[in-house]
């Protein structure tokens, strides 16, 4: 099992920045891909960005990118999502994921945190 805990949501102003973290415990040598997905209320989960295991390989949202960086830090276990020039629609709960599959789809979910950025 794996065990992906959240942190650094809040509330915003647009134009501002945020950083989320993402710590993970248990059989983490399974996630060799990270990432992060957002869900805001009323809409479907949707992919925002994520990185590899070595963290070289990094993929964005077109809705992201630019603004967002991701990042990892393997001996600490925890993964990091930078957010600058927020914009309302970047209001959702954010979730982290973990995968270990060959194929890279989600295995593992954290419990989301909160991120709301006023107009």
């Known amino acids: 099992q794996v065990q992906l805990v959240e942190s650094g949501g809040g509330l915003v102003q647009a134009g501002g920045s945020l950083r989320l973290s993402c710590a993970a415990s248990?059989?983490?040598?399974?996630?060799?891909?990270m990432g992060w997905f957002r869900q805001a209320p009323g809409k479907e989960r949707k992919f925002v960005t994520q990185i590899s295991w070595s963290g070289l390989t990094t993929y964005y949202a077109d809705s992201v990118k630019g603004r967002f960086t991701i990042s990892r830090d393997n001996a600490k276990n925890t993964m990091y999502l930078q957010m600058n020039s927020l914009k309302p629609e970047d209001t959702a709960v954010y979730y982290c994921?973990?995968?270990?599959?060959?194929?890279?789809?989600?295995?593992?979910w954290g419990q989301g945190t909160q991120v709301t950025v006023s107009s």
């Open positions: 994921v973990a995968s270990g599959r060959v194929d890279g789809l989600p295995e593992y």
């Open positions: 248990g059989r983490t040598f399974r996630s060799y891909v």
